[in-house]
């Protein structure tokens, strides 16, 4: 029997290769399953980029969505009064301060909006004004400028308006009075 262990021994010098080498397979082949099962997710369906991505929710039609406004309300009729050679000062007065404004190109000014209204999609609109100095010299942006377009101006109207002659009877009080004669 001590022949036997002994053996056993001596043959478990050469096991201990064979199961660390065992071992290695056994290891790196699961950490290639894990690589390949964790890569082949990103290769499924693309999802909805980062700024649309919510609770999955919200995608519902009955989840109230409310409406984003972003950056500078600007309505058409506003870019219509916009000229070229009009001064900082005046675009200012006209647009409101620009969104925008770059610290390296001094001479541009931005008015980007945004509008999402519930589950539709983003409204994107944009109005960029180059400056020559302190002089307005290019309009560019998805807002047609149409001076032609402006609203006419309305004219004053006069409204008369007739008012009764005012009694001095209301109440219940100056009522009763009235109808004995107490007062007239």
């Not at 950056?71 to 620009?98: C, D, F, H, S, W």
Request: with cysteine.
């Amino acid at each position: 029997m001590s022949g036997v262990s002994f053996r056993l021994c001596t043959g478990g010098t050469r096991s201990k290769v064979s199961m660390r080498r065992l071992l290695i397979i056994i290891t790196a082949t699961a950490l290639a399953g894990l690589l390949a099962i964790g890569l082949s997710g990103c290769a499924g369906k693309r999802s909805k980029p980062a700024h649309e991505k919510g609770a999955k929710l919200s995608n519902l039609p009955f989840v109230y969505k409310m409406t984003v406004q972003q950056g500078n309300l600007i309505t058409e009729e506003m870019v219509a009064r916009v000229e070229l050679g009009m001064t900082r000062a005046q675009v200012r007065y006209l647009l409101g301060t620009p969104l925008l404004t770059d610290i390296f190109h001094t001479d541009r000014w931005d008015y980007p909006y945004t509008i999402r209204r519930g589950h539709r999609k983003m409204e994107e609109r944009k109005l960029t004004l180059w400056f020559d100095g302190d002089s307005l010299v290019r309009i560019l942006g998805d807002y047609e400028a149409n001076p032609d377009g402006l609203p006419a101006a309305e004219e004053e109207r006069e409204f008369v308006v007739e008012v009764p002659d005012w009694k001095n009877n209301r109440g219940l009080i100056n009522k009763a009075l009235n109808a004995v004669g107490a007062k007239k």
